[in-house]
């Protein structure tokens, strides 16, 4: 088991607190806050004279470059070496490996895909996560899966699949002794018949035990799936049928159903596994909570740590780090689950607050997607990034006017003020356009005071529009450590409980960003 270094936790810290202006406030005010304004203006002198092809792999070959402003490869190269999630992961012998990796995404073999109408995304995270789960299983005598966020239960049919190759394997080897035991009986015909007797024993014993081994490989599963939306559990069972061993439970796995889970997740006489793939937001942080528990209950009711271990097995992979339940405020200070890290980001923030955009940035796609963006999606990204930016500016201008306004404008919706602009748009005068044309609710005297307002705002940050590709490189070479934080925390939260627990990194991030797995073991004695 991997410990985390204290040392490394408070530079990490040191250095995400340091460069803050890069996510403690939201990208979309960049504009209205003047977030540009915030970036050593060296930096993006130089990051300026570059192409959007240099800016792809500043962050890597930085070096290169003897113009680069020595703070700026500073930044650079902190960044790399506090991306922790690559120290801290452990290797494995299969699956995906950035330090082995090159920068085309593994393909997939065909037979792998494990089911039709999948996209290429999911498939290869049902794939490989599948993989991990089932050679975590055979070590702990796991049986059974409790899939929370299940979905569609798309793992559950996968375990299923595996089940009936776990049939077809033993059959076969029960034909295969079948032969054998009678070719060795005509062959020892003329023995005596104690001597036969035993023979016949022993070989059923043989038999016995090849098929609990081949029952210890962890193929055997059954699976329960537990969905907090009824319309995908309904969904579910109407795919490929829904048999005996998958079942699927309309539960919302919170602290207020935690009776309710820990019920399902510790049947007795069955060895269970909690899993999720990407539990979105609260749900990672609760399912660890729960896990925990679990735990801890067992530890008390009894001493035999081979009785007790009812679910010995974990294995979750989070995303949305920011979707965090009743809060709404712009930092939070509840995220954190260990006690090491509240010290250390106490020590070093001065709080134990954070700005939930950096919880966003942390969840965005890795370096990896940066390097690969092409003439046209840099074209895309900085004119939808600079549209939206321009809105933002509007809505701040006008809350007053358009607050009172019934209508589902631009600037205004039941969910709140939408941003988004017709994916179409490609340039300044056809988002002029499209705004004004929005707009239409408005009053004529309305209406060209905001034309007039936003004719200023656009010609206020229309030579900022250059610096967005340039503060989205340091976003991206940012986004690792920052991640970092967050599954160190979680990571530390399980060994102060005394879990066994490591990070894998399990699927190629330029295909899922959202790529490594907490795995945590109870192991018996």
């Known amino acids: 088991m991997l410990t985390v270094d204290s040392n490394d936790l408070r530079e990490l810290l040191t250095f995400v607190h340091t460069h803050g202006h890069l996510y403690e406030t939201l990208n979309v005010e960049f504009f209205s806050a003047r977030i540009y304004d915030q970036i050593d203006a060296e930096w993006l002198r130089f990051m300026c004279r570059l192409d959007d092809a240099q800016l792809n792999t500043l962050a890597i070959d930085f070096e290169q470059y003897?113009?680069?402003?020595?703070?700026?490869?500073?930044?650079?190269?902190?960044?790399?070496?506090?991306?922790?999630?690559?120290k801290y992961c452990a290797p494995r012998q299969s699956g995906y490996n950035s330090s082995t990796a090159s920068s085309t995404p593994i393909q997939q073999p065909a037979q792998t895909m494990p089911m039709r109408k999948v996209k290429r995304k999911k498939a290869h995270e049902l794939s490989a996560f599948s993989e991990l789960l089932l050679a975590e299983c055979?070590?702990?005598?796991?049986?059974r899966v409790v899939d929370i966020g299940c979905g569609l239960g798309h793992l559950g049919r996968i375990l299923r699949r595996n089940n009936e190759e776990g049939v077809r394997h033993r059959q076969q080897q029960q034909g295969q002794q079948?032969?054998?035991?009678?070719?060795?009986?005509?062959?020892?015909?003329?023995?005596?018949?104690?001597?036969?007797?035993?023979?016949?024993?022993?070989?059923h014993q043989q038999q016995q035990q090849q098929q609990q081994q081949f029952e210890g490989t962890g193929l055997r599963l059954d699976y329960v799936g537990i969905e907090a939306?009824?319309?995908?559990?309904?969904?579910?069972?109407?795919?490929?049928?829904c048999p005996n061993d998958v079942q699927m439970k309309n539960i919302v796995f919170s602290s207020d159903t935690s009776k309710q889970c820990h019920k399902i997740l510790t049947l007795p006489d069955r060895r269970t596994a909690l899993v999720s793939l990407h539990g979105c937001g609260e749900l990672q942080r609760q399912i660890l909570l729960e896990f925990v528990s679990i735990c801890k209950q067992q530890q008390q009711q009894t001493h035999n740590r081979e009785q007790q271990q009812l679910c010995p097995l974990l294995v979750t992979v989070g995303c949305c780090y920011h979707k965090l339940k009743n809060w709404t405020d712009s930092t939070i200070d509840r995220w954190m689950l260990s006690r090491q890290m509240r010290d250390h980001f106490l020590c070093v923030y001065g709080h134990n607050n954070f700005p939930i955009p950096g919880l966003r940035l942390a969840c965005q796609a890795k370096l990896v997607r940066w390097m690969a963006f092409t003439e046209?999606?840099?074209?895309?990204?900085?004119?939808?990034?600079a549209n939206r930016a321009f809105v933002e500016c509007m809505r701040l201008d006008h809350k007053n006017a358009i607050e009172f306004t019934e209508h589902d404008d631009l600037l205004r919706?039941?969910?709140?003020?939408?941003?988004?602009?017709?994916?179409c748009i490609t340039g300044e005068d056809g988002f002029r356009a499209e705004l004004l044309s929005r707009s239409a609710v408005l009053e004529e005297e309305e209406r060209e005071q905001f034309e007039q307002k936003l004719d200023e705002i656009m010609e206020e940050h229309r030579a900022a529009v250059r610096f967005i590709e340039p503060f989205t490189t340091l976003q991206f070479a940012l986004q690792c450590p920052l991640e970092s934080v967050v599954l160190l925390d979680r990571l530390l939260f399980l060994h102060e409980n005394r879990i066994d627990a490591e990070l894998v990194e399990l699927f190629d991030p330029s295909i899922s960003p959202r790529n490594i797995a907490i795995v945590a073991r109870v192991v018996t004695s």
């Open 66 to 86: 003897s113009e680069c402003p020595p703070s700026l490869q500073h930044f650079f190269a902190s960044a790399r070496r506090l991306s922790l999630l690559h």
């Open 138 to 143: 055979a070590p702990l005598g796991v049986d």
């Open 178 to 203: 079948h032969q054998q035991q009678q070719g060795h009986h005509q062959q020892q015909q003329g023995h005596h018949q104690q001597q036969q007797g035993h023979q016949q024993q022993g070989q």
């Open 229 to 241: 939306d009824p319309a995908l559990c309904h969904s579910a069972l109407k795919i490929d049928g």
């Open 376 to 385: 046209q999606e840099h074209f895309a990204h900085r004119q939808a990034f």
């Open 413 to 423: 919706n039941e969910r709140g003020p939408p941003r988004r602009l017709n994916k």
